[in-house]
T-cell receptor, first 116, second 111 residues
Framework: AQKVTQAQTEISVVEKEDVTLDCVYE???????LFWYKQPPSGELVFLIR??????QNEISGRYSWNFQKSTSSFNFTITASQVVDSAVYFC?????????????FGQGTTLQVKP | DVKVTQSSRYLVKRTGEKVFLECVQD?????MFWYRQDPGLGLRLIYF???????EKGDIPEGYSVSREKKERFSLILESASTNQTSMYLC??????????FGPGTRLTVL
């Protein structure tokens, strides 16, 4: 069975703090993809990053960074020097390669509130 | 630039009405998806389509049907809307099992 767990339901930080959103996944497939999406109050899911299971390199994009560790089945997301505009719901998701057609398994989401 | 559009941002319907939610993508993607999002339940897949005229049930297809007559358009149909179908509906598209790109969503209220 495939599953994505985001144990943090809500996180509240003050602007300029660093914050890490946790994501733990389960899959028996050796080929899979992991994603992070951001959902601001407007409602649209915005794609942030995709990683494949063969690439464990960490990635940094501006204030965002992602730490992928197969040994712990985790794909954590860190926002450095958070800003009010980072306030949103963040979803981690998984799709695997067993001849599937791209179905995503989503975590329950983490609501991040950044206070000024 | 990727573009997925949905016919309405907000929609109010009455119980028993037939409701059509339209989704259009301009990226020539094979796959298209319909999700609903409810507080505490996350995103749940209703139906998806991996080619024109092809469709597969997702996790919660009951009460819904879909239509994909053209590659760029994927319609979600509520044959007889009920109050428990009040929700946020999100459409997405992707190339095979590549990244899914989402539309802005439709907030449907059934009275």
């Amino acid at each position: 069975a495939q599953k994505v767990t985001q144990a943090q339901t809500e996180i509240s930080v003050v602007e300029k703090e660093d914050v890490t959103l946790d994501c733990v996944y389960e899959t028996r497939d050796t080929t899979y993809y992991l994603f992070w999406y951001k959902q601001p109050p407007s409602g649209e899911l915005v794609f942030l990053i995709r990683r494949n299971s063969f690439d464990e390199q960490n990635e940094i994009s501006g204030r965002y960074s992602w730490n992928f560790q197969k040994s712990t089945s985790s794909f954590n997301f860190t926002i450095t020097a958070s800003q009010v505009v980072d306030s949103a719901v963040y979803f981690c998701a998984l799709t695997s390669g067993s001849g599937n057609t791209g179905k995503l398994i989503f975590g329950q989401g983490t609501t991040l509130q950044v206070k000024p | 630039d990727v573009k997925v559009t949905q016919s309405s941002r907000y929609l109010v319907k009455r119980t028993g009405e037939k409701v059509f939610l339209e989704c259009v993508q301009d990226m020539d993607h094979e796959n298209m998806f319909w999700y609903r999002q409810d507080p505490g339940l996350g995103l749940r897949l209703i139906y998806f389509s991996y080619d024109v005229k092809m469709k597969e049930k997702g996790d919660i297809p009951e009460g819904y049907s879909v239509s994909r007559e053209k590659k760029e358009r994927f319609s979600l149909i509520l044959e007889s809307a009920s109050t428990n179908q009040t929700s946020m509906y999100l459409c997405a598209s992707s190339l095979q099992w590549d990244t899914q790109y989402f539309g802005p969503g439709t907030r449907l209220t059934v009275l």
